[in-house]
């Protein structure tokens, strides 16, 4: 069974996950936002503000972003965030509905990458605020899949040296110790996220594919 999503089902999740994550973010108290993530230095605030750029910033936006960075590009995208983050939350929350629908995408990225974000952080956010937000499986599938075999943009976190084993839905990869949990644990293993993977391991079971 592929582990890659079709293109419409893709945005069709990516939409629901902007959709779900702005009703979250509606609800939080203002001490909230700016709570520290595992995100680096990120506070909930900089974290959501970074999910609303990459449909919405034009290339020409990119160009400027990347020479204020002198070329580097995780600093661009950790400093454009920052600067995006000092708006109101109210208009934090309004770009992120406002991206709900489009199919936009950041420089040199592919349509699996909006997905990917989402996905990661917004766990990035309801971990740092003690909340439990689902993650589909076949969608974390997909942007597992993504994560394993990405070269560009290039991958800033190292592949584990294990054998991961996915066991709420079917996915293997990797060779070494073996490594079992739900794919979305998996996911944030792949993403240089361990202790929230940990966090995800260490929830009761579902049954496979839910």
């Not at 943009?153 to 584990?160: G, S």
């Not at 794919?183 to 260490?202: K, M, N, Q, Y």
């Amino acid at each position: 069974m592929s582990a890659v999503l079709d293109v419409d089902e893709r945005w069709r999740i990516v939409d629901r996950e902007r959709e779900s994550l702005a009703e979250l973010l509606e609800g939080l108290r203002p001490d909230e936002w700016e709570t520290p993530t595992r995100c680096g230095d990120w506070r909930v605030r900089d974290v959501a503000a970074h999910l609303t750029m990459a449909a919405r910033f034009s290339y020409r936006d990119g160009v400027k972003e990347m020479v204020r960075a002198r070329g580097n590009w995780n600093r661009m995208i950790h400093d454009s965030a920052v600067r995006e983050a000092r708006l109101p939350v109210a208009e934090i929350v309004g770009n992120l509905r406002s991206t709900i629908g489009s199919r936009s995408l950041a420089p040199t990225t592919t349509p699996r990458e909006p997905l990917l974000d989402i996905l990661v952080h917004g766990q990035d956010i309801a971990l740092a605020l003690g909340r439990v937000r689902p993650m589909p499986p076949r969608a974390a599938r997909d942007a597992a899949d993504r994560v394993w075999t990405m070269r560009f943009p290039p991958r800033p976190w190292p592949l584990p040296r294990s054998r991961l084993i996915a066991t709420d839905i079917e996915w293997t990869r990797g060779e070494g110790d073996e490594v079992r949990g739900p794919i979305g644990g998996l996911l944030l293993l792949l993403t240089g996220r361990p202790e929230a993977a940990r966090d995800w391991f260490a929830r009761p079971a579902t049954a496979p594919g839910e």
